[in-house]
């Protein structure tokens, strides 16, 4: 859920951090996203939702703000460089017009587990997790998003769970919850769409 930053966000506010070419990749397909209701708001205003991209050479990432997923069409002020990240210390420092999404970790976790993910996902969409909860790769019910034990435990996923061939994460403990990744924008996104067609 977007706007609930549960981490230590360590932040540092500026002007718009995204490349033009970053901007186009990620915002053709987080545009995508919300035009399917699987990035956006509930009617109580909490948004849900979050895409990722990582900067080639690091761990470093750009990834939508805080607060952003009821906001039709992002801007490049709505996105946040992510510069580094303590996963024990549940810390993340950040720079850029906005705070990082509270989702930070969890991409993060993902990007640490599997050098070749160059680009993560997060949806919600309750047809497709009930679905595929616990017959894909899936997260401790009791981890809830955006905290140290679900980024440990996704961890956890990459060395007893096949996610490196299915590239999707089912988020127990995140109603809805649904992370897909890829080694580029394209494939984070096409290997969600491929699960939807099956639906």
């Known amino acids: 859920m977007e706007g609930v930053v549960k981490f230590n966000c360590h932040w540092s506010q500026s002007g718009p951090v995204i490349s033009d070419e970053q901007y186009e990749i990620i915002n053709y397909w987080r545009e995508v996203l919300y035009n399917m209701d699987l990035i956006g708001a509930y009617e109580n205003g ?24 009821e906001i039709p069409e992002l801007e490049p002020g709505h996105y946040v460089k992510v510069l580094s990240f303590n996963i024990d210390d549940n810390a993340v420092q950040c720079i850029g017009p906005l705070k990082a999404s509270s989702e930070s970790l969890t991409h993060a976790a993902i990007y640490l587990a599997d050098p070749g993910a160059q680009a993560v996902v997060h949806v919600h969409c309750i047809d497709l997790w009930n679905e595929l909860i616990y017959k894909v790769p899936t997260t401790n019910p009791s981890m809830e998003y955006g ?18 061939e ?8 995140d109603r809805a919850g649904i992370l897909t990744y890829g080694h580029d924008m394209d ?9 939807l067609r099956k639906k």
């Open 46 to 69: 909490v948004g849900f939702g979050n895409i990722s991209m990582r900067i080639k050479g690091g761990n470093q990432f750009i990834i939508t703000g805080s607060a952003t997923g």
């Open 147 to 164: 905290t140290i034990g679900l980024a440990k435990d996704i961890f956890r996923l990459f060395s007893e769970s096949d996610v490196i």
């Open 166 to 173: 299915k590239r999707i994460i089912i988020m127990a403990g």
């Open 187 to 195: 494939e984070a996104a096409n290997v969600l769409m491929s699960y």
